[in-house]
């Protein structure tokens, strides 16, 4: 059974970057018909998508975030990372690493259990 | 981007009671459309895909339907478990988007 887990530091300053690793374990992020995403949910509010990275390595960003996102990983420790740049208060947040199946009918089926990151100085 | 709308925001219900819930896509979806639960303080849990097909470990009285735009999350008979709050997420075309959710109370 895959699991999905986050870490990171949980206070960011201002103006810094935010980095989140997930490592996956019970299967590997560089086969099968899978991508690894990052979503977020602010206190309050909805979820929002970031971005996935495909088995093969290739990445795509939500447009309204592209220009803060880079969605990496390292398949040696079979972790996938999430850097979001220039961060405000309004970047705080609980965010998910999640599993997202790639194939036919696409849908997200195994999410971390989410770590809270504070922007604060 | 797609924008996703779930009416009601919020309902109460009472334990048994046949609930609910709808999603409207801002454009045609097909049928990518996808349900999730989410607890207090917990990960979005998958409950349907592909508008009507149940993930596995979901109970049967959980069920979806709709086309194009419209879509709808019937529990049949509401249990304890359920009171939580329900989204639902667009699989057509990327950016994934999610409905603003509806949380289900005890009455």
């Known amino acids: 059974q895959v699991q999905l887990q986050e870490s990171g530091p949980g206070l960011v300053q201002p103006s810094q970057t935010l980095s989140l690793t997930c490592t996956v374990s019970?299967?590997?992020?560089?086969?099968?018909?899978?991508?690894w995403s990052w979503i977020r949910q602010r206190p309050g509010r909805g979820l929002e998508w970031f971005g996935y990275?495909?088995?093969?390595?290739?990445?795509h960003y939500n447009p309204s975030l592209k220009s803060r996102v880079t969605v990496s990983r390292d398949t040696s420790k079979n972790q996938f990372s999430l850097k979001l740049s220039t961060v405000t208060v309004a970047d705080t947040a609980v965010y998910f690493c999640?599993?997202?199946?790639?194939?036919?009918?696409?849908?997200?089926?195994?999410w971390g259990q989410g770590t809270m990151v504070t922007v604060s100085s | 981007d797609i924008q996703m709308t779930q009416s009601p925001s919020s309902l109460s219900a009472s334990v048994g009671d046949r609930v609910t819930i709808t999603c409207r896509a801002s454009?045609?979806?097909?049928?990518?459309l996808n349900w999730y639960q989410q607890k207090a303080g917990k990960a979005p849990n998958l409950l349907i895909y592909?508008?009507?097909s149940l993930q596995s470990g979901v109970p049967s009285r959980f069920s979806g339907s709709g086309s194009g735009t419209d879509f709808t999350l019937t529990i049949s008979s509401l249990q304890l478990e359920d009171f939580a709050t329900y989204y639902c997420?667009?699989?057509?075309?990327?950016?994934?988007?999610f409905g603003q959710g509806t949380k289900v109370e005890i009455k």
């Open positions: 999640a599993r997202d199946y790639a194939s036919g009918w696409r849908r997200i089926d195994v």
């Open positions: 019970g299967g590997s992020i560089s086969s099968g018909d899978y991508s």
């Open positions: 990275i495909s088995s093969s390595g290739n990445t």
């Open positions: 454009q045609t979806i097909n049928s990518y």
């Open positions: 592909a508008t009507s």
């Open positions: 997420q667009q699989s057509y075309s990327t950016p994934w988007t």
